[in-house]
Each structure stands twice: as structure tokens, then as C-alpha cells.
């Protein structure tokens, strides 16, 4: 993962909040030094990968026009990889428990608990966001 966000609703509200932010206009950060700095600001608890140099790019999905082609952006395998599941509670962040109510998590099975990874995989990819 290249950036880690603590798990905490009040933290991930904090993240949300900083990317809205950076989609209604703010300035965004080009270096890792100043995404760690806005971070800060805005009381986000995260890990970023890389040293304070290391360029970062926030970009935004494009405008839709149906002459563009179509971009479906993927995992890589890494990426895939680095976020592995077992039988259990499913990892979801701590704030989907608000709208579930404070339902009881599942323990899954390792083959369910693969299924569900994938469909978040292909819903993510198709859903771009929001």
C-alpha cells in the first residue's frame, strides 16, 4: 500500500475531508514531504511510503465523453497480493460498521473471504468512486 490510513472512523472522515478538499479546488501536493504536511494539517493518521522527495501526483477521473476510450484502471499484482485474506472478519475499515448499524461482522470462510476480496475488485474498478 502506498499510503496507509489508520483505521478509525473519525480519521478516515479526516481523509475524506482532505480529498474533498483537493476535488472542490486545494492545492495538492506534489512531494511526499507535502502530502506528510497536509496530512498533519488535517489531522490524518497515516503512513506514506517513500522519502520526502519522492513525487506524488493527485490526478481526477476525466470528464466522460463517450468518443474517449474507455479507461479501466486495475490493481497490480502487488498491490493484489499485499492485500490477502484468511477465514475470519472480511478487513473492511472500521467505518463501514456505520452502515451496517453495528451489525456483527461475519467470520467468513478463506473461500468466501477470496470471493468478497474479488467482488470489491471489480466493483471498485467499475465504480471509479463515490
Known amino acids: 500500500m502506498r499510503i496507509d490510513i489508520y483505521d478509525d472512523n473519525q480519521n478516515w472522515l479526516n481523509w475524506g475531508n482532505l480529498v474533498n478538499s483537493w476535488i472542490s479546488g486545494a492545492e495538492t501536493p506534489t512531494t511526499v514531504g507535502a502530502l506528510k504536511r497536509q496530512l498533519a494539517a488535517n489531522d490524518v493518521t497515516a503512513t506514506v511510503q517513500g522519502p520526502d522527495n519522492r513525487a506524488v501526483s493527485i490526478e481526477s477521473y476525466g470528464d466522460y ?66
Request: charge should be negative.
Open 65 to 130: 465523453d463517450p468518443a474517449d476510450a474507455l479507461v479501466i484502471v486495475i490493481p497490480t499484482a502487488a498491490m493484489r497480493a499485499a492485500k490477502a485474506v484468511g477465514p475470519g472478519r472480511y478487513p473492511l475499515p472500521l467505518f463501514y460498521d456505520i452502515a451496517f448499524a453495528g451489525a456483527a461482522r461475519a467470520n467468513l470462510s478463506t473461500q468466501e473471504a477470496q470471493d468478497f476480496a474479488l467482488r470489491r475488485i471489480g466493483e471498485y474498478t467499475v465504480n471509479e468512486c463515490c
